[in-house]
């Protein structure tokens, strides 16, 4: 089960890259960092269907996985993880309302689970409610106010908020907690480049991009050598 989910973050990163345009992948590259739910610590991660679960996710059956997870989360109503599992698999399978509602039980649980309100808002955004996803991304800010991605959330509801300034003003905010992530550069390139920053936006997207590539290169480094083994 453990495996399980720290696997789930990447199920759901297939939720946003339909939800947002290609032009517009600040949302896909928060998603990738939604932060996995804590460990079970009840009877939950025992039953059965925790099991089913995680079984039908490894096989890539996740409509079988979140039906299961309905079930957990129904069957144990006040465990923290049955309710964020629920969410995390609504909202890799665009069930975004359905998500939505895992995610406030899993807030009735723990008021302050950042995590929580980062998949209520993806949840929301997905619809094109951006300003009540803003206000959730606000949450994770005031929650986790040195993780970039309440930040970066925060940026790409507000433009399409049509709060232009504070877009920025949020953007450079993400690159001020987090000078290494890629994703909070490339967020402040393009809140530059709609603000007519054109220096500060081709400046930031090449920050955002030597952080790509360092990245890119530190995981080839570490990841097994191809070709023959013999």
């Given at each position: 089960?453990?495996?399980?989910?720290?696997?789930?973050?990447?199920?759901?990163?297939?939720?946003?890259?339909?939800?947002?345009?290609?032009?517009?992948?600040?949302?896909?590259?928060l998603?990738?960092?939604?932060?996995?739910?804590?460990?079970?610590?009840?009877?939950?991660?025992?039953d059965?269907?925790?099991?089913?679960?995680?079984?039908?996710?490894?096989?890539?059956?996740?409509?079988?996985?979140l039906?299961?997870?309905?079930?957990?989360?129904?069957?144990?109503?006040?465990?923290?993880?049955?309710?964020?599992?629920?969410?995390?698999?609504?909202?890799?399978?665009r069930?975004?309302?359905?998500?939505?509602?895992?995610?406030?039980?899993?807030?009735?649980?723990?008021?302050?689970?950042?995590?929580?309100?980062?998949?209520?808002?993806l949840a929301?955004?997905?619809?094109?409610?951006?300003?009540?996803?803003?206000?959730?991304?606000?949450?994770?800010?005031?929650?986790?106010?040195?993780?970039?991605?309440?930040?970066?959330?925060s940026?790409?509801?507000?433009?399409?908020?049509?709060?232009?300034?504070?877009?920025?003003?949020?953007?450079?905010?993400?690159?001020?907690?987090?000078?290494?992530?890629?994703?909070?550069?490339?967020?402040?390139?393009?809140?530059?480049?709609?603000?007519?920053?054109?220096?500060?936006?081709?400046?930031?997207?090449?920050?955002?991009?030597?952080?790509?590539?360092?990245?890119?290169?530190?995981?080839?480094?570490?990841?097994?050598?191809?070709?023959?083994?013999?």
């Amino acid at each position: 089960m453990k495996s399980f989910i720290l696997m789930l973050p990447v199920f759901a990163a297939v939720v946003v890259t339909n939800a947002f345009s290609a032009q517009d992948p600040s949302i896909d590259r928060l998603l990738g960092k939604l932060p996995p739910p804590e460990k079970f610590v009840d009877p939950a991660i025992n039953d059965p269907l925790a099991k089913q679960i995680s079984a039908a996710a490894k096989a890539q059956n996740f409509g079988t996985a979140l039906d299961a997870s309905r079930r957990l989360a129904a069957r144990y109503p006040k465990s923290l993880g049955a309710q964020v599992i629920h969410g995390m698999l609504a909202l890799s399978l665009r069930r975004f309302p359905e998500a939505s509602t895992a995610y406030h039980k899993a807030l009735s649980i723990r008021p302050d689970l950042a995590g929580a309100y980062v998949g209520v808002a993806l949840a929301e955004a997905s619809q094109q409610h951006f300003r009540v996803a803003l206000s959730d991304f606000q949450q994770v800010t005031r929650l986790a106010p040195k993780a970039e991605m309440g930040w970066i959330g925060s940026s790409a509801c507000a433009e399409k908020s049509g709060r232009r300034q504070e877009s920025l003003e949020y953007a450079r905010r993400a690159t001020a907690v987090a000078p290494s992530s890629a994703g909070a550069w490339y967020q402040l390139a393009r809140e530059e480049g709609l603000s007519g920053n054109k220096q500060a936006s081709a400046n930031a997207l090449a920050r955002a991009n030597q952080l790509q590539r360092t990245a890119l290169q530190r995981r080839s480094s570490r990841s097994p050598r191809g070709g023959n083994s013999g």
